[in-house]
């Protein structure tokens, strides 16, 4: 694909307002405004940064402790940024595989009509996040990517944000998420944070029929504004409008040369070394003491991704093809997590933890403490959009004040997944893969997501409240 940075311009066709309804138009509205006024994603971490910092300092902290315990944690974070690096991988390396792309290219096949296109990558960018969000941002991508040659006058924008909305709605709700998956492994969950909450596992969270209810009304309700969002054809900004020309997906390996290249060619490997993790993989799930799903862990999860991706790209040398390309797509997680981690050293090696515990335990209620954990949970996020390293922050105080009111700890994790999501509609930070395949910049989907946001606020907000009413609270399991 080639980009250029502006859009190109031409004469406008003449414009029927038919199609222009109230969503249409606010829309349009936001697309326009955040192309003008978004920055880069490295500047919210920066942001959290020092306003946890200057927060601190309002709570009596001395600056020194707060810049000592900070950059102490600098490299805290570095074995679960490996495991978030390798979701990535593992998704672009089955999404990329001659399989998906055939269904890929089976997808864009069925829809006929602009709207239509967007819905359908909207669901599918949706159901494939809740196998893996690393997958989702891949497969949603080339989507969109294909769908721009096939259905003329589909807004390219609107088509980039509805592949978003796996990462925006509904990916913490599934199995790659990265605060339930937390919880249900025990050798991953801090000492300090396993003491308050124990393990919790799936069937506790991801499981619930509550948790299971949430996400699909957030799917259907994701589709429809993705559909009654999208601009007419006169309005639309198309992919040949930025400059951006569909290539074909995957490219055939080059013929082999070499006669040392031949085990990069042939599947034997392939075959051996699948056949023996997933010998493994067997033996985890058949021995794990609290049942298959407690077995599966986050390292578990990756290395089932590896696996699979590994069998259907067949050879060494297709596989290690995708691997390379999906890296450049990791950048931005490689870097920013070390300031993530930052944040979580002022808060947990400082008294924040304490004093945010205490006001959580003091300002809520049983009933009123899952809407408050929600709205922090979302607004939080708009400075540390990592699920799992925001979870990490937020966790100690979260779950203790869980604790004290008794709230279903499972739920807690459910409110979280769900509340946490929310900035993501609106946070460039996860967009980066997917900015990487359709070669646009943040700044040009998050209008679009900006609408959803709206819509999703009040509607997550008063779920998690009101399934919190009808759970009860379970002893944590240590």
């Known amino acids: ?71 102490k944690s600098f490299w805290s974070l570095v074995p679960f940024t490996m495991q978030m690096v390798m979701i990535i991988i593992g998704g672009f390396v089955v999404a990329t595989t001659p399989l998906v792309q055939r269904a890929i290219r089976g997808l864009a096949g069925i829809a006929r009509a602009p709207r239509s296109a967007i819905a359908l990558i909207a669901l599918f960018s949706m159901l494939t996040s809740l196998i893996s969000w690393g997958l989702s941002l891949i497969f949603s991508g080339l989507l969109a990517r294909e769908m721009a040659t096939r259905v003329k006058g589909m807004d390219y924008r609107a088509a980039g944000a509805a592949a978003y909305l796996g990462l925006g709605a509904v990916w913490a709700m599934g199995l790659s998420s990265s605060a339930a998956m937390l919880m249900a492994t025990k ?101 794990s003491p609290q049942g298959a799903l407690a077995a599966l862990d986050l390292n578990t999860y990756n290395l089932m991704f590896i696996t699979v991706g590994l069998l259907l790209h067949w050879r060494p040398k297709r596989f290690m093809r995708a691997v390379v390309d999906a890296v450049p797509a990791t950048g931005g997680v490689i870097i920013q997590f070390p300031f993530y981690a930052v944040i979580f050293g002022m808060i947990a090696g400082t008294n924040i933890s304490t004093h945010l515990a205490t006001l959580f335990a003091a300002a809520t209620t049983h009933n009123s403490y899952p809407l408050l954990v929600a709205i922090y949970s979302a607004v939080l996020g708009v400075f540390v959009p990592s699920g799992g390293s925001k979870w990490v922050i937020e966790a100690p ?82």
């Open 1 to 71: 694909m080639r980009y250029n940075a502006r859009p190109m311009t031409g004469t406008p066709a003449r414009i029927s307002h038919a199609q222009d309804g109230p969503i249409v138009r606010l829309g349009l509205a936001l697309a326009r405004w955040s192309e003008r006024w978004f920055p880069d994603p490295l500047i919210f971490a920066f942001i959290g940064i020092v306003f946890v910092f200057v927060t601190g300092l309002i709570m009596g902290e001395r600056p020194a402790k707060l810049a000592i315990e900070g950059g």
């Open 397 to 478: 105080y979260v779950i203790q004040a869980a604790n004290i009111h008794q709230v279903h700890l499972g739920w807690v994790v459910q409110i979280y997944n769900a509340a946490e999501a929310l900035p993501n509609l609106v946070n460039p930070f996860w967009m980066l893969p997917l900015l990487a395949i359709l070669r646009l910049k943040a700044r040009d989907l998050v209008g679009y997501g900006m609408l959803q946001l709206i819509v999703h606020v009040p509607i997550v907000f008063f779920l998690c409240w009101w399934f919190a009413q009808h759970l009860t609270y379970v002893p944590p399991i240590r």
């Open 187 to 287: 050798s991953a969950i801090p000492v300090s944070l396993l003491a308050l909450s124990g393990v919790i596992p799936l069937g506790q969270t991801l499981f619930l029929p509550q948790s299971i209810a949430l996400t699909a009304v957030l799917i259907v309700v994701s589709v429809l504004i993705a559909y009654l969002s999208a601009p007419p054809v006169e309005k639309a900004r198309t992919a040949e409008m930025y400059g951006v020309i569909s290539e074909p997906l995957g490219a055939e390996l080059e013929p082999r040369t070499k006669p040392g290249e031949w085990l990069e060619y042939t599947p034997l490997l392939t075959i051996l070394v699948a056949a023996l993790l997933i010998w493994y993989l067997i033996n985890v799930f058949r021995t």
